[in-house]
């Protein structure tokens, strides 16, 4: 039987005007979608929070609760990212996103950034990220599923907050101030704690959650429905500004991955001895201080080669914070000791994208 292509066409359109879920992304934009094979129109990446689409684009509300700002700067790596500046004083500088896409029950999806946090050391917030309740129809008994916070004991560490606002701490890290780091969340959107789930990658790597696996099984959908928020939250004596790039949701890890086109951020290796051998630590691109270096797993003062991918340069510093003398290098050095001064000096050092 010959079916009739412009009907089809007809009758999607109407689909699209009763509100189906699958209706909800703009298709207006071509970054929003991909092509398949003979044509076929795939819609994967979800929302695109792109700081240069601009707020009105991004954001659905804009919240402050005192004299921060939410702007957009240009940082010398990602080009233009959001920087979401809280005051002391202030309690709250978020955004609430993300405009034209809604997250429903069932919904497999993944959201993805980076972020650099300036903040001082030891200081609590109530979240950088949230996945936040909203609506009056159903009750509220999460509030806040899902929240990425820093605590009073100078870590980084992803929450749950089940009914009841009980909360446990699903993935902990020292916290790198400072420096970018990259996250992807994925979420199975359920109201039933046996079907959600939230999975994580932090700096590209899958992490193991609280409960000994990579997959931490909880309600992730709370009263009428969640959206994401960035930005801070809490905090309240303190400066803190939270600079975000990156932001994207979709249905797989490849729509999402900061390190854009669905591949990972080129990484430098920086190894103990030279030939590689010794402790090794991997660096994206960002700036990282000596604690960075500490907490990414290296020693101050301990470097004698390094690994640099094609297109990446990397500037080592023999002082905290990018201070004292430094060394440029554009490709790999199996050993510092034989082409430079630099050997066992690292204390700071750089990584940018060409």
């Known amino acids: 039987m010959k079916i009739n292509q412009a009907l089809i066409i007809g009758l999607l359109g109407i689909s699209c005007i009763t509100g189906l879920t699958n209706c909800t992304k703009d298709n207006s934009n071509p970054a929003t979608a ?141 916290l790198s101030a400072n420096v970018w780091n990259t996250m992807v969340l994925h979420l199975k959107v359920s109201r039933d704690s046996s079907i959600g789930f939230i999975e994580f990658w932090y700096n590209g790597t899958k992490q193991t959650l609280v409960n000994g696996t990579q997959r931490y099984y909880a309600r992730t959908l709370d009263a009428d429905y969640c959206d994401p928020k960035w930005g801070v939250y809490g905090g309240d004596p303190a400066d803190i500004t939270n600079y975000v790039h990156g932001i994207k949701i979709g249905t797989t890890l490849a729509d999402v991955d900061p390190g ?42 301990d470097a004698s080669s390094l690994k640099i991918p094609a297109g990446v340069t990397v500037t080592l510093f023999d002082g905290d914070n990018f201070t004292g003398d430094s060394l440029v290098l554009t490709s790999d050095a199996s050993c510092l000791k034989n082409t430079s001064t630099f050997n066992d000096r690292t204390s700071s050092l750089k990584v940018k994208v060409n």
């Open 34 to 174: 991909k092509t398949g094979n003979a044509g076929a129109h795939v819609e994967s990446l979800l929302f695109n929070g792109d700081a240069a689409l601009g707020s009105s684009n991004v954001w659905k509300v804009l919240n402050f609760e005192g004299s921060g700002t939410i702007t957009v700067e240009t940082d010398p790596t990602y080009g233009q990212v959001w920087k979401f500046y809280k005051p002391a004083a202030s309690h709250r500088t978020e955004g609430h996103g993300a405009k034209n896409y809604q997250a429903a029950e069932g919904d497999d999806i993944y959201i993805g950034w980076r972020s650099k946090l300036s903040i001082p050391a030891n200081q609590n917030t109530n979240a950088v990220f949230q996945w936040k309740a909203f609506g009056s129809t159903l009750p509220m008994l999460q509030n806040y599923p899902i929240v990425l916070s820093t605590s009073s004991s100078n870590t980084f560490h992803l929450m749950h907050y089940a009914p009841g606002k009980i909360g446990t701490e699903v993935w902990v890290t020292p």
């Open 260 to 301: 854009g086109g669905g591949s990972p951020a080129p990484q430098v290796l920086v190894y103990q001895n030279c030939s590689y051998g010794g402790w090794s630590a991997s660096f994206g691109p960002g700036q990282y201080n000596t604690a960075a270096i500490v907490a990414a797993g290296g020693l101050d003062n």
